[in-house]
């Protein structure tokens, strides 16, 4: 009998979204499991290290999103062919998560617009690095990471998600032509579309929904 999968986040995208999102493309159902903000002090004792997401697989827990996320990928054999081509995949997901833990940290800093501003300007400085990266690659091999889809082209989907939300009105983006084609060849899949199209509202981040993009 196929395992049973159960994906436990916040009703947000953030490090739930990779996950549910190469389930997704892998056409493995799950549990979406998703609780609101408000609930947290309620849910975070009963989990194992006081933070989510976790991925349940026939009732066992799992924890920490990026091995969860190279799991499904070597389990949906999205992974690179050799060892080098897996370093090309995890480095591509650690830039992705450097640009994004500097934005939400953006978001997440409360008041304290002097430290805010500190950590725009460190995007704009390191946002034409890295997504520049990216563009040059993606231009040479279609993808972020190696020249077939791995899953890091679908955490980039997430991330590309969550910086046109953390940079609403910046459009992150417009300088990449090659990341907005990536993007949108990923909205083609079957799956990922019929997600988009019956995932629940996202109550923290509500500027852009890649459902807008979908054909
Ligand atoms: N390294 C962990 C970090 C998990 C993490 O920080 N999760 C946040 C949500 S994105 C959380 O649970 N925050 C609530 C808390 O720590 O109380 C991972 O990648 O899964």
Not at 33 to 51: C, I
Not at 125 to 151: C, H, R, Y
Not at 174 to 186: E, F, G, I, R, S
Request: glycine letters at 6%; proline letters at 6%.
């Amino acid at each position: 009998m196929a395992p049973s999968y159960k994906v436990i986040y916040f009703n947000f995208t953030g490090r739930g979204e990779p996950i549910r999102m190469i389930l997704t493309y892998g056409g493995i159902p799950f549990e979406d499991s998703r609780f609101e903000m408000t609930e947290w002090p309620k849910v975070k004792p009963t989990t194992p290290l006081g933070q989510v997401p976790i991925l349940e697989i026939d009732g066992k827990r799992y924890t920490q999103t990026m091995p969860i996320c190279r799991y499904l990928g070597r389990l949906l054999k999205i992974d690179g062919k050799d060892m080098l081509e897996d370093m090309a995949i995890d480095s591509a997901v650690e830039i992705i998560w450097d640009i994004l833990k500097i934005a939400y940290e953006r978001a997440m800093g409360g008041g304290n617009e002097e430290k805010k501003k500190q950590l725009l300007d460190k995007l704009h400085e390191q946002m034409p690095v890295l997504l520049g990266k990216f563009e040059e690659d993606t231009k040479k091999n279609g993808f972020i990471a190696t020249n077939k889809l791995s899953w890091a082209d679908l955490v980039f989907l997430c991330g590309y998600e969550d910086m046109e939300n953390l940079l609403a009105g910046e459009n992150p983006f417009a300088k990449y032509p090659h990341l907005q084609k990536l993007k949108n060849k990923l909205l083609e899949n079957k799956n990922i579309k019929e997600y988009l199209l019956k995932r629940p509202t996202n109550t923290m981040m509500t500027a852009y929904n890649l459902k807008n993009d979908l054909k």
